[in-house]
């Protein structure tokens, strides 16, 4: 059963995308007093208490400026808030931008509202979820691999674990997903709350830009992290 984490923040300008969205989260179990819209960055800065924001969804193209704005904000004061951008946005350095901010997740408008339902489940499990367009495109920046000297390998896993700078305790919490350990199981281990374990799960994933858990581990592994 999904936790819902409420009250949650829509920021998107077009009342057809709001409605949609209105329905999907009404549809997952929401109830519409915890459903908050705002049409702007300057709405949002006016009206919304960032201490009470739960989750999260977040368009990029505002009348006002970019939703990147908003996810920083975000990301600086409640760094364990689940922060889903939802935009038609698809530029290499916005999808980039945003992730670097903080965003958890990023999906595009055009999926059908079973994907969206999907991407929004993902996100209140602990999951980061990313759209299978910008999953390619980022797939496709990567070289194939190349018949390579032991040391010129070994030199290249190095360069990669500088790359991800993954905090301390983040490698202790990989290392604790990686042995099979529940997000519980973790907690009861080094005496965290299992919220404070999924916040930094979700920062993980997001570093070595995975979805899940076999994801995480196998681009751990090869990145010599395990």
Do not use: C
């Amino acid at each position: 059963m999904i936790n819902l984490i409420a009250p949650v923040l829509i920021v998107e300008d077009d009342s057809f995308m709001q409605q949609r969205l209105r329905l999907i989260l009404l549809d997952i179990g929401y109830a519409d007093k915890d459903l908050h819209f705002m049409g702007s960055i300057a709405e949002v800065e006016r009206l919304v208490d960032y201490q009470q924001v739960a989750l999260a969804l977040i368009d990029l193209g505002l009348p006002d400026g970019s939703g990147i704005v908003l996810i920083e904000k975000l990301s600086q004061l409640r760094a364990e808030i689940p922060v889903l951008v939802i935009s038609a946005w698809s530029t290499e350095n916005m999808i980039i931008n945003a992730l670097q901010a903080g965003a958890t997740g990023y999906i595009l408008k055009e999926r059908d509202d079973i994907e969206l339902k999907v991407s929004i489940r993902s996100v209140l499990k602990g999951g980061a979820p990313i759209d299978p367009f910008i999953a390619r495109h980022i797939l496709n920046k990567i070289p194939l691999q190349t018949d390579t000297p032991a040391e010129a390998v070994t030199g290249t896993a190095g360069q990669e674990l500088h790359a991800v700078n993954l905090t301390q305790r983040e490698h202790q919490i990989l290392n604790l997903v990686a042995s099979g350990l529940s997000n519980q199981e973790i907690a009861n281990h080094i005496f965290l709350s299992r919220h404070t374990v999924e916040t930094h799960i979700r920062s993980v994933y997001r570093k070595l830009a995975v979805t899940n858990r076999t994801k995480a581990i196998s681009r751990a592994r090869e990145m010599g992290l395990l």
